[in-house]
Nanobody, 119 residues
């Protein structure tokens, strides 16, 4: 079995920055595309950014130019650098990936990390 664990959330002021991390652990053979989602209170979960194994990236329009997704394949870790944060970025952020391990293929989710942007 595999596990994704997010870290780096917290509080920030508008215009500030935070960096989220998502570390995968377990008997990992390969990690496919990795994604960050977020869910604000009363709203549906939305895709924020994605990155392929080759490093190709995509972003939601609402975060383009402000957020940067990256991954370190050697560390089985994905990052989300969030700059120029806005109050509407407040949400629980989740990482997601399909991971092949010694015991099978898993569509894995992290437990979520809270990001709160307010003055």
């Amino acid at each position: 079995q595999v596990q994704l664990v997010e870290s780096g959330g917290g509080a920030a002021q508008p215009g500030g920055s935070l960096r989220l991390s998502c570390a995968a652990s377990g008997s990992i053979l390969s990690i496919y595309a990795m994604r960050w989602y977020r869910q604000a209170p009363g709203k549906q979960r939305e895709l924020v950014a994605a990155i392929t194994g080759a490093g190709n990236t995509g972003y939601a329009d609402s975060v383009k130019g402000r957020f940067t997704i990256s991954r370190d394949n050697a560390k089985n870790t994905m990052y989300l650098q969030m700059n120029n944060l806005k109050p509407e970025d407040t949400a629980v952020y989740y990482c997601n990936s399909v991971i092949r391990s010694l015991t099978g293929v898993y569509d894995s989710w992290g437990q979520g990390t809270q990001v709160t942007v307010s003055s």
